[in-house]
């Protein structure tokens, strides 16, 4: 709700919230103390209630949130074990390569392909378990 602020000649300044509804249909402000006609000043923005939009940094590859470039910069050179890697950087290729081999060993060892089939094989699971929950039976489950 939007705040008024007035003036009434015999007591001061004054703040009230009050619907803007309200307010047209008392014909302005009115005094809370001797309850008399105000002046209306001035009628401000309601205030925002909430978590509010920031400009928080988030890096996804270290699960880190910084409020300013600055406290990034800080964080990286105090760990110098942690660096932001290009997805063309030789490190971040061999890394993702070493990650993904183990993956599609794991899943060979469980029966399937490779890691891209297990993951096709759990969303269909998945889906089977959802329609079988919504009453729906007719879903079948191919390999």
């Known amino acids: 709700m939007p705040t008024y602020n007035g003036r009434c000649d015999s ?12 307010y047209l249909k008392q014909d302005g402000l009115y005094c809370p ?3 008399k006609k105000a002046t209306t000043l001035i009628r401000k923005a309601p205030a925002i209630v909430g978590p509010l939009p920031s400009k928080t940094l988030h890096l996804d590859q ?5 409020s300013s470039p600055e406290e990034q910069r800080a964080y990286f050179s105090r760990r110098k074990d942690r660096a932001i890697v290009s997805k063309d ?20 060892s469980q029966g399937f392909r490779d890691h891209e089939d297990r993951k096709n094989h759990t ?18 489950i191919t390999t």
């Not at 007591?11 to 309200?22: L, P, R, T």
Request: with cysteine; aromatic share 6%.
């Open 89 to 108: 950087d030789p490190k971040w290729i061999n890394h993702y390569d070493t990650v993904r081999n183990q993956a599609d060993q794991t899943a060979k």
């Open 62 to 66: 270290i699960g880190q949130n910084f």
């Open 33 to 35: 103390i001797c309850r």
């Open 11 to 22: 007591c001061g300044e004054f703040e009230d919230i009050m619907k803007a509804s309200e």
């Open 123 to 140: 969303r269909k699971v998945n889906a089977h378990k959802k329609a079988i929950k919504n009453g729906e039976t007719k879903i079948q």
